[in-house]
């Protein structure tokens, strides 16, 4: 029933409302399976949940709805170990155990002697003429880039034997600095997808590229002027490109270039038209901000956020608490709850419309919002921005409105801050365009029969453009369509011609960086199915013999001086540098291979433009009326490119801890006024165009309003990964509201759709003690009791204070001050509970001595080994860029939704979002929660062979080839950071994956336990060098993959017995501590307790 | 009633319980040797190769340096195989037409590679690492045996887990000093044959910190001492150190020279100056899987 269901792209329902119940008791009885789809949670009501709210106030942490409603039901949940692992039985097929265990009776038999049985004889396949500079088992690194819509993404490319197996930041690009976004990490994936096209076709056949270019060449030659033929392309990201076009357009000046991408910046490029006359990209320098306004400007979020490396680097650096240096200070107002709002000190919670009454009120600064709170809100951010003399920043990006750009213009201009932290540039694309108007224009002269080529490079149209401008229709009156993409997708399939795309690790191109620097794209690997790049289209109406490699190197010669080097000073980009560059062949080639080594081009950056003031009058907010949709991005699949990528599906969002799904997400009093349950299927209406999707409540979203993600909901043309996925939003989105709309309806009645979401999978019981929190809470007295939010409060697992706390007392995670009642009243999150155990009362000893030192050569010591962690949770912003490096480095499988549902997700490390206190406007903390090392770790005590066991160097390392699958040391962990491979997830069979893989790591098979290994296989490899050597590790030399990814630094890991090390400072702080010390299993990673700064008048 | 059993039968049933105890034991038995069998382990067999290279040929007799085709044994955790122009580099100018070269040209004009079968091969799951083992003092032969013995190429040792925790758990069995890794007639030092070895106080990669020789540097020439002590792994850079350190007379005889004549006393002297790390930390699991 799934896969019909599925088959035909619509959303699976639970017919029976309350079955769920049934159903769990149901297994337990005869052990025969269930579909775990029907498997719910415990439900909770409204009434529920606001009977416990009612009345009740001070700090509590909750993790989901259900734990903070508390029923029975869920209690019941929570007697086992693993809610719902253990429910769900192993099969989530029909196949039931019995059937299966007599299948395989005779496996297991030869199965017992396959395991003494000898190996298959291996082949060796040795080069032929093996390249120079390769070193088989050492990997190779190169610098390339990712080019993004928002702009580049300089990486480092490791190379197995040439074939890339990670992506990391170029560390010695200066917007990169080494770090990287979960979008660049997964991009690796997309290399290897399966499913990515693999030749060319002509009407569905497999066809040439040469025929192709042939047919297309002297089509569009026969036009003389180009007249019908259409470009449809993604932002041109390419100098390179752009110049091509410029070259096309001069050859026949009636062909047309229009750029579409369904999330684009339009309301920023509009504000900046009517301000200045023209389109420029705002930078931020936010290392100089002070006060920092996010006007739905999702910064914190990932690259969909232009600039999103440097800026959130220099907030986090700002956000340090540090006694001698003033911390930052961020306000958001924004609808859907963003990481970037609940990292904000303060976020106020606003419909679209009344964002933008915000803003105009901003830009005039006269006060005169109807909601008081929004009122207060603007009152307290416009007296800290004038405070600030200059330095603060109102923030705003692609999903910002035209009100909230034009205010962001003219405060910014204003109060003072062009020029000490806001900069405006030329833009980075190097065609900038208004999306939505081009695309309305282009599918009128579709409609009117003008068009007579259409070439999409890269788009998706039939997928993603705006629902009201029927594109399929005009789509079907043009008479020859070229789809270039790495997918036959929803587009490809319906073209006549489809050519299959080159990754961009397959390809030469070129790209700017947020602050305009030019990254050169090299390809890593040979195009694997001959994949063809938009440089080849536009070459096959120049000179289709000229290779995309060519193309770029003669354009590069624009921007490139050559005798940069022996004149003292590089000369900007202009006709008379490309004129040295050709004149000076040989300084030319050394800029080039220098720009290939380094990853960037050097002299390139934008010089900031001084604009004057903004011309335009701040925009008035317009009225809307009814509930409204807001549209999003989603923070896993941006616009829906990543749809067929397994790493990013599997990704649980941001904030929502949504995996495999998407949601119409509102709040609690939405939900009430419309009668709806959490995990209902609803139909949005807008406009006459209807979707069915499930809701989901989400904590801190402003009433009246709903916001949706776009990016699910692909056909079956998507692929094994993303067909069939949630549902499509574009089905609502207008060319002319594409960030939000008023009036929208909502109809019940349509049944129940049980939504993936892996933040319950962590909530377990933890037996007798924790329940004896509950029934003698020491000083969560009135609480409203939810097992893992009382934990939070009871045992400390969240500890921060205010600035002014923090600098009163600042050991204020360790210590704690009572009233007069005994009751801890600070809101520190202390609990004596929550204290180390002191190491003298312990029973346990240390595994080992840590203390030896060497002595190599004449007075070089060598301290020996003690790994460990610290994870600063000021600085993490849950932007999930280490989960999805961790997926890359430790060849994790991907399980699929129904395993996911069940709490069978593999990935090693999670982002775990606690909320505190009032459910319509809830402060959020985000904690990664990874394996902890801990020195006296209950897995290892538990395990009868020696499984996971304890190094000298004090890491708690795993043995696949030991483990026997009594799953124990899962249960023992309190930190549930283990994770198990109920079946066989890893792929064994498809090719291209296997050349994906981190050879250094074993691809882990069936019933075997799996967890962090502090990246072990790195460790190993730095040690050899240093052993080699006779030296001792420098602090730094190894980077954990979550650690080396981390825009904001948040991560650090190293030696413990060297003082001097990052790790051993941060560890060395006050405000470090362990999560649940009190079990006294000393765990190696630990917390820094994170700080904020609220302004005293909004607190 | 009659007795159903014969009182024979007591006999009988005495028998058989001892015999079903003995079959469990010798199925046992049975089963630990067969693990430990060439037949599984592979120990001594000789696989069909394409080309039935013969390394006694080409290392005893024509005196090939292991390094010239197993080129990234010193930097990198694989040896490597070579490529199919090693062979040409020689097989271009001799033997151009011998039959058993056939697959070798074969590769050379169809840029197809030859296709060895591996005789050393670890289960997947064990990272053994080639540049740690020959930068710390183990010799090739005292894991592949005497090479340049082979004409067929065959596993000299089981490469079982119990045969590398042998090792190291006790490294110093077989220790040999950086400059003799490649010598596959290695012998360890005796009361006939002892080793002399002096460090030379320097920092650096472990090849360059001790110099060693096989004949004694008081009784012969120092200079003769010092010509035939290579300093190892093709480095010369420790022996110069030695000579200009200060405090040496110009010519006179280093004096710190050690005299060894067991294997143990100089595994135990090698561990020491190479910095072999502790027999806890060369057992531990991730040492070899991850």
New interface residues.
């Given amino acids: 029933m799934n896969e019909t269901l599925k088959a035909t792209g619509l959303p699976m329902y639970k017919q029976e409302a309350d079955s769920s119940a049934t159903l769990r008791k149901d297994n337990q009885k005869d052990g025969v399976a269930q579909v775990v789809n029907t498997i719910a949670p415990a439900k909770m009501t409204l009434a529920e949940v606001r009977a416990k709210l009612d009345g009740k106030s001070g700090k509590r942490y909750w993790k989901s709805l259900d734990e903070l409603a508390d029923t029975p039901a869920f209690q019941e949940l929570m007697q086992e170990e693993f809610p719902r692992q253990a429910s769900a039985g192993e099969w989530v097929d029909a196949v039931s155990r019995r059937g299966f265990l007599k299948v395989m009776g005779a496996s297991f038999a030869l199965a017992g002697l396959a395991g ?4 298959p ?10 390249p120079e500079d390769l ?4 990997p190779m690194y190169f610098a390339t880039a990712h080019p993004f819509p928002t702009g580049a993404i300089p990486v480092l490319v490791k190379s197995d034997a040439f074939r890339p197996i990670k992506l990391e930041g170029n560390p010695e690009h200066p917007i990169a600095k080494g770090k990287s976004d979960a979008f660049t990490q997964a991009s690796l994936l997309d290399l290897y997808d399966p499913d990515r096209s693999q030749f060319p076709r002509f009407r569905g056949e497999q066809a040439d590229f040469d025929k192709f270019q042939e047919g297309f060449a002297k089509a569009v030659a026969a036009t003389k002027t180009g007249e019908g033929v259409v470009f449809l392309s993604e932002t041109i990201t390419s100098p390179t490109l752009a110049g091509q076009w410029k070259q096309v357009q001069a050859k026949y000046p009636q062909a047309k270039l229009v750029q579409y991408e369904p999330v684009n910046n339009d309301a920023g490029r509009a504000a900046s038209k009517a301000a200045f006359g023209d389109y420029y990209d705002t930078q931020y320098k936010l290392e100089d901000a002070d006060v920092i306004l996010a006007l739905d400007a999702d910064f914190l979020g990932g690259i969909g956020f232009p600039g999103f490396l440097p800026m959130s680097a220099a907030w986090a650096a700002r956000h340090r608490f540090d006694k001698d240096k003033p911390m930052n200070r961020l306000y958001a107002v924004e609808t859907m709850p963003t990481v970037t709002g609940f990292k904000a000190e303060h976020r106020l919670a606003l419909k679209p419309s009344e964002i933008d009454a915000f803003a105009s009120a901003l830009a005039g600064g006269s006060a005169t919002l109807a909601n008081p709170e929004a009122q207060k809100f603007l009152t307290a951010v416009l007296a800290d921005i004038k405070k600030s003399g200059g330095r603060f920043a109102v923030v705003v990006g692609p999903g910002s409105s035209l009100a909230a750009q034009s205010a962001a213009l003219t405060v910014n201009a204003a109060q003072g801050a062009v020029g000490k932290t806001v900069f405006y540039t030329e833009t980075v694309a190097p065609l900038p365009s208004e999306h939505a108007a081009d695309i309305k224009a282009l599918v009128a002269e579709m409609n009117a029969g003008k068009v007579q080529w259409l070439v999409m490079l890269g788009v998706n149209p039939l997928y993603n453009a705006p629902a009201d401008l029927n594109f399929e229709d005009a789509f079907n009156k043009v008479p020859n369509t070229v789809h270039l993409g790495s997918h036959v997708d929803e587009t490809g399939f319906y073209s006549t011609w489809h050519i299959n795309k080159a990754h961009y690790l397959e390809s030469w191109t070129d790209a700017r960086v947020y602050d305009g620097t030019i990254s050169i794209v090299q390809p890593m690997i040979e195009p694997l199915y001959a994949g063809k790049s938009a440089h080849d289209v536009f070459q096959t109406l120049l000179d289709p013999s000229v290779s995309a490699y060519s193309v770029v190197l003669a354009h590069a010669k624009t921007y490139m001086t050559g005798g940069a080097a022996a004149s003292g000073g590089a000369k900007a980009a202009g006709t008379d540098a490309a004129a040295s560059a050709v004149a000076a062949g040989s300084s030319f080639e050394q800029a080039w291979r220098k720009a290939l080594h380094d990853g960037w081009v050097a002299n390139t950056a934008f010089a900031p433009k001084t604009l004057g003031a903004p011309k335009s009058a701040p925009v008035a907010a317009a009225a809307v009326s009814g509930i409204e949709i807001s549209f999003k991005p989603d923070s896993s699949l941006y616009d829906g490119r990543y749809g067929n990528n397994g790493w990013l599906q599997e990704l649980p969002k941001q904030v929502t801890s949504m995996s495999w799904d998407n949601a119409a997400l509102m709040n609690m009093d939405l939900m009430g006024k419309l009668g709806i349950e959490e995990n209902e299927a609803i139909e949005l209406t807008l406009n006459g165009r209807k979707i069915i999707t499930p809701v989901l409540m989400s904590p801190g979203h402003p009433n009246d309003a709903v916001t949706v993600h776009l990016g699910q909901g692909r056909r079956a043309e998507a692929g094994r990964v993303g067909a069939g996925v949630g549902f499509n939003a574009y089905a609502l989105r207008t060319a002319d509201q594409p960030l939000s709309a008023g009036g929208l309806t909502v109809a019940r009645g349509h049944g129940l759709y049980d939504l993936c979401v892996t933040k319950v999978h962590n909530i377990e019981h933890r037996g007798a003690y924790a329940q004896r929190d509950l029934e003698h809470p020491e000083s969560d007295k009135d609480g409203t009791y939810s097992m893992a939010g009382h934990e939070a409060m009871e045992r400390s697992i969240i500890r921060y204070a205010t600035y002014a706390e923090a600098m009163k007392n600042p050991d204020f995670a360790h210590t704690g001050t009572k009233d007069s009642n005994g009751t801890l009243v600070n809101k520190v999150g202390y609990n004596p509970q929550g204290e180390e155990v002191p190491h003298e009362d312990s029973f346990f000893p240390d595994n ?1 001595r840590y203390d ?1 030192v ?1 002595v ?3 007075g ?1 010591e ?1 301290l020996q080994n003690k790994w460990g962690m610290s994870i600063d949770l000021n600085s993490c912003v849950g932007c999930n860029a280490c989960v999805v490096s961790c997926y890359a480095e430790n060849n994790i499988a991907v399980v699929g939704r129904e395993q996911t549902k069940i709490g069978r997700i593999m990935q090693w490390m999670r982002i775990d979002t606690y909320f505190e206190g009032d459910l319509h406007a809830p402060v959020a903390h985000f904690q990664p929660m990874l394996c902890q090392h801990c020195e006296s770790a209950g897995c290892e005590q538990v395990c009868p062979v020696g499984a996971t ?1 304890h ?3 004090g ?1 708690n ?1 795993m ?4 483990c026997v699958g009594t799953r124990y040391c899962s249960n023992n962990c309190p930190y549930k950071v283990r994770r198990f491979n109920f079946l066989l997830y890893s792929d064994y069979d498809t090719e291209s994956l296997k050349f994906m893989r981190n050879p ?3 691809v882990r098979s069936r019933g075997v336990m799996e967890k962090c ?1 502090y990246c ?2 790195r460790i ?1 490899a730095v040690k ?1 060098e240093a ?5 001792a590790i420098e602090d730094g030399e190894i980077l954990t993959a979550c650690q080396q990814a981390c825009p904001t630094d948040a991560i650090v890991f190293g030696n413990m017995n060297d003082p001097k090390s990052r790790v051993m400072q941060r560890k060395a702080e006050e405000r470090d501590y362990q999560v649940l010390a009190d079990l006294n299993y000393r765990p190696r990673t630990t917390y820094t307790a994170g700080v904020i700064n609220p302004n005293a008048e909004l607190a | 009633m009659a007795q159903v059993f014969d009182r024979s039968s007591n006999a009988l049933a005495r028998a058989s319980l001892v015999l079903a105890g003995l079959i469990v034991i010798a199925l046992g038995v049975t ?1 630990n040797s ?2 430990r069998s060439p ?4 120990q001594g067999q000789r ?1 069909d190769q394409p080309v039935p290279f013969s390394h006694k040929h080409h290392v005893e007799g024509l005196g090939l340096q292991c390094q010239y085709c197993h080129t ?1 044994v010193e ?4 040896a ?6 090693t062979c040409m580099n020689c097989h271009s100018q001799i033997w151009t037409n011998a039959q058993l070269l056939e697959p070798v040209r074969q ?2 004009i169809t ?8 005789v050393h ?1 670890l ?3 064990v ?1 053994f ?1 080639h ?2 083992h020959v ?2 003092g183990i010799g090739c032969a005292s894991c592949h045996g005497r090479v340049d013995e082979m004409p067929l190429m065959y596993e000299q040792n089981s490469l079982q887990m119990e045969w590398c925790l042998n090792c190291h758990r006790n490294p110093a069995v077989n220790l040999r000093p950086t400059s003799e890794i490649y010598n596959m007639a290695w012998a360890a030092p005796s009361s006939v044959k002892p080793v002399w070895c002096a460090t030379n ?6 090849a360059q ?1 001790v110099g060693c020789v096989t004949r004694d540097p008081a009784a012969s020439n120092p200079q003769v001492a010092q010509l035939s002590s290579p300093t190892g792994l093709g480095n010369a850079a420790g022996l110069d150190k030695t000579q200009a350190e200060p405090g040496l007379p110009a010519g006179a005889m280093p004096v710190n020279y050690v005299k060894f004549t067991s294997q143990i006393e100089l595994g135990h002297y090698l561990m020491k100056q190479y ?1 072999i ?2 027999a ?2 060369l057992s ?4 070899c ?2």
């Fill in positions: 003494c049985t000898k190996q004889d291996e082949p060796i396949f040795p080069y032929v003429k093996q070193v088989l088992g050492k080992w030896h060497a190599v050569g004449a070089t060598v066991v190094t000298p160097e890491i390392t043995v696949y080839n030991r250094d790591v074993t290994s072990i296989q190993e050899i052993d080699k050597n006779n030296r | 089963l067969l693990q037949w599984v382990t592979r696989p990234s930097k990198s955790s694989y490597g195989i070579p490529p199919t122009k590769s050379w840029g197809a590679s030859i296709q060895w079968i591996k091969d289960p997947d799951y990272y690492n540049e740690i930068n710390k106080g320097t920092a650096g990669p472990t910190q910095h790390r502790t806890n930390e531990s699991c991730e040492v899987h991850r």
